[in-house]
């Protein structure tokens, strides 16, 4: 599978700050998708990102795509406790064998 | 069912038992996959299925695993002669195309720990 990096590895933020996880590939990527892993609990899909440039937003997530396919970051605004979490990017399609990154884990003081 | 279903949800086991891990995917993911956790850890693939497909088991870290799906529905992990490195949750994810474009379901994971 293709190999994904992602920083940083652990982010403290205060309650309201922004934050943004980045996912580097040295290879083009056919398509990316985020995933959140609560504490205790199991990854959940958030979004795919599949075109050059692409940008998604979903309440005060922004997902972005770069122009050369190789990298992506996930962005959230006004951060909340609620956002509490690790976050993995995930190179998709092209390979069934989902590779995960190693995460980016978000703790939000309140 | 409404989602990826594990069972069981706890499994302690001692050095050198054998266990079994089930996992019921969604009514319809053609594609399902096993992923290993170690505690503050990333995923680790295992195995893949695709309906009737040979499966992929380049994921598998020793001969002691091993994964079968009945019906291209039910999976079930089997891990030999437990070792305590072995210890770490067990994800099983499906999706419903092979690419997963949709998104990988994951269910609540099977917690090891062999002692």
């Known amino acids: 599978g293709q190999q994904v990096m992602q920083i940083p590895q652990y982010q403290h933020v205060q309650e309201g700050e922004d934050f943004t996880t980045y996912c580097n590939s040295s290879?083009?990527?056919?398509?990316i998708q985020w995933y959140k892993q609560r504490p205790g609990g199991h990854p959940v899909f958030l979004i795919q990102l599949v075109k050059s440039g692409e940008v998604k937003k979903q309440k005060r997530l922004t997902f972005q795509f770069g122009e050369a396919k190789k990298n992506s970051s996930l962005h959230i605004t006004a951060t909340q406790t609620t956002d509490v979490g690790t976050y993995f990017c995930?190179?998709?399609?092209?390979?069934?064998?989902?590779?995960f990154g190693k995460g980016t884990k978000l703790s939000v003081i309140p | 069912g409404a989602g990826v279903s594990q069972s069981p949800s706890n499994k302690v086991t001692e050095k050198g038992k054998d266990v079994e891990l089930r996992c019921d995917p969604i009514s319809g993911h053609t594609a399902l996959y096993w992923y290993r956790q170690s505690l503050g850890q990333g995923l680790e693939f295992l195995i893949y299925f695709q309906g009737n497909s040979a499966p992929d088991k380049s994921g598998l870290p020793s001969d002691r695993f091993s994964a079968e799906r009945t019906g291209g529905s039910v999976s079930t992990l089997t891990i030999q002669r437990t070792q305590q490195e072995d210890s770490a949750v067990y994800l099983c994810?499906?999706?419903?195309?092979?690419?997963?474009?949709?998104?990988?379901?994951f269910g609540s994971g099977t917690r090891l720990t062999v002692v």
């Open positions: 290879t083009t990527l056919s398509n």
């Open positions: 994810a499906s999706s419903l195309t092979r690419t997963g474009n949709y998104g990988y379901t």
């Open positions: 995930a190179p998709g399609a092209g390979s069934y064998q989902l590779t």
